[in-house]
């Protein structure tokens, strides 16, 4: 894979160090070696300039606006596949064919209950917890309750652990959401596709018939798609991180539904959609727009911008199509706060602050109101990003695991504290 080198000068010694080259994408310099040779360590808090692993799952481009699933475009992906063929391509590496497909669903489909214990488990959340706390907790607990699926140096046990993730996390994000609105819980049907079953789970009463909308269901299915993986972002990467002391699958998603529920990383749909809910009328959008460039207000247009993205997140245009097809088939298509959010692009996107920074809408921006005219409080949208980047989430935990190159991974630092001294007894202080 070495192509070519670079010579780097530290305190007149030149060292050599190895650059690599991807398939598409820049190159990389390979450090590895540099403490080896000169004693010092680089340092790049964020990991703005860093590649944390090599990796053949997702590609983004941020200055096009590409997102690429094992080469294929999230355009072709949202418009030609369902979310369960892109749980096989994430997962496998090709898109199935029909017989591979109707093989996964089938064995999905075996493991979409969860244990029975588990419903009583529920009943030690507090009645009115975050349902991402619910999560946290629940899909941590998975462990105790699957012990037949923990040990990771079998691929077995990895390949079911997989499954039993992909296959009960909207049965776990469907039971954490009745459980927030006090309702009984709703037992999956496995005749039915993934997110159909998904919204019958969180909609469906015991007292009365439920038909899944076919509009909404394929919404909620591109919804699935547009947030299925999204390379190493920051809950992705603690998975790996969390994945590479050893630990078992379900407490590293169980780590990454955590980093996502985070207003800066999955947490942005929900507080996207309070923060249109606060502007409430496009006369105040001004008012916003100023406080998003003070410096001295610690006030940031949710759902815009992007670490990677300095072009129109690809996701976000898909997301908008998505919004408009389900407030119309919902009735909602006079939404006030659509309104807003339209208004509120236009106004940043011709706003020099906004250029400059090369900010744009993100995939959270026209989430929030989405999955408000699906029927979801906005206490539940983290919830529904998490359902949807487990397989991303498991998908990358597999290609570490299997990794020659994985080691545990343990950043170094620069240390800024006090320099070694004498302890003091606590009576001479
Ligand atoms: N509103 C106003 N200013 C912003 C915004 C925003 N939403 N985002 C970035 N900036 C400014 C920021 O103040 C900084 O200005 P300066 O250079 O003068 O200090 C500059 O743009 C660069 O921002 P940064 O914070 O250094 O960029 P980052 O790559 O560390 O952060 C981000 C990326 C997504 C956390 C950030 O853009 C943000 O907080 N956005 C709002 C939250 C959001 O929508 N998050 C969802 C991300 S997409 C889904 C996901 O990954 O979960």
Known sequence: MCEKN???????????LKVRSGTIGPDVVDIGSLY?????????PGFTSTASCESKITYIDGDEGVLLHRGYPIEQLAEHADFLEVCYLLLYGELPTKAQKSDFGDRLTRHTMVHEQMSRFFT??????????????????????YHDSTDITDPHQRMIASLRMVAKMPTIAAMAYKYHVGQPFIYPQNDLDYASNFLRMCFAVPCEEYVVNPVLARAMDRILIL???HEQNASTSTVRLAGSSGANPFACIAAGIACLWGPAHGGANEAALNMLAEIGTVDRIPEYVARAKDKNDPFRLMGFGHRVYKNYDPRAKIMQKTMYEVLDAAGHSDDPLMKVALELEKIALSDKYFIEKKLYPNVDFYSGITLRALGFPATMFTVLFALARTVGWIAQWNEMIQDPDQRIGRPRQLYTGEAKREHVPISQR
């Open 6 to 16: 670079v010579l780097v000068a530290v305190d007149g010694q030149t060292v050599e």
């Open 36 to 44: 080896k040779q000169t004693k010092m360590f680089t340092y790049d």
């Open 227 to 229: 947030h299925a993986d």
């Open 124 to 145: 030690g959340y507090r009645r009115d917890a975050h349902p991402m706390a619910v999560m946290v907790g629940t899909v941590g607990a998975l462990s105790a309750f």
